[in-house]
């Protein structure tokens, strides 16, 4: 593990980063339960398309360390429904994460365990700055193009998927009239407390 500090660079057009340790490649079947359109999900996973790829520099789970690489969420919808992370809570619920879009357009759908919510959008050179405590999904809502993001985060975050893949995210980003929209999940339940 390098202890002396490094450069390294991310190319927007090619979409890579000159130093990584880890290349995760997320499919349809990953997501199952997501999407609202449950038959179109079905269809779909005859393809299994590929949904989202990160490639992450790793360092030690440690507080201080810091984790950052990309996420490129490529353009594509399941029904009505855009192309998107799984997204998660940080384990270390106080964690807070900056992304920074290099490419694309997109955006962060987010709650809190109080069921609060926010949707930010995301456009080349657009800083999102994810408080802690908020969940947080990647939409890319271009139909043509990848959604490229730098992101930051603590490398003791930790990540829980599980409390999403249960209860879902609040807000869902839809192509409606060949325009995004945000329309409230009907499937959404908010934790128990
Ligand atoms: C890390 C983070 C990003 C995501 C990536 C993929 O805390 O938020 O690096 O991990 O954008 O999304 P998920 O992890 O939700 O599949
Ligand atoms: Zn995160």
């Given at each position: 593990m390098q202890q002396h500090p490094f450069t390294f660079s991310v190319s927007v057009p090619e979409e890579t980063l000159s130093v990584f340790d880890k290349h995760i490649v997320r499919r349809l079947s990953a997501m199952q339960g997501q999407y609202l359109d449950t038959?179109?999900?079905?269809?779909?996973?005859s393809q299994d398309p590929v949904l989202y790829e990160v490639y992450e520099i790793n360092r030690p789970e440690l507080a201080g360390e810091l984790m950052n690489g990309i996420t490129i969420v490529h353009?594509?919808?399941?029904?009505?429904?855009?192309?998107?992370?799984?997204?998660?809570?940080?384990?270390l619920l106080a964690t807070a994460e900056v992304y920074y879009c290099l490419k694309g357009d997109g955006m962060m759908v987010m709650e809190t365990p109080e069921g609060e919510w926010a949707v930010e959008e995301l456009h080349p050179a657009s800083v999102l700055y994810?408080?802690?405590?908020?969940?947080?999904?990647?939409?890319?809502?271009?139909?043509?193009?990848?959604?490229?993001?730098?992101?930051?985060?603590?490398?003791?975050a930790g990540h829980d998927y599980g409390t999403?893949?249960?209860?879902?995210?609040?807000?869902?980003?839809?192509?409606?009239?060949?325009?995004?929209?945000?329309?409230?999940?009907?499937?959404?339940?908010?934790?128990?407390?």
């Open positions: 038959q179109a999900f079905k269809t779909m996973l353009p594509g919808k399941i029904g009505e429904e855009y192309f998107m992370t799984k997204g998660h809570f940080h384990n994810v408080p802690p405590r908020w969940a947080h999904r990647s939409v890319n809502t271009n139909p043509h193009d990848d959604l490229l993001m730098f992101f930051v985060y603590p490398a003791n999403i893949e249960q209860h879902g995210f609040h807000q869902l980003v839809l192509e409606r009239n060949g325009h995004p929209q945000i329309v409230e999940n009907p499937r959404w339940r908010q934790q128990e407390r």
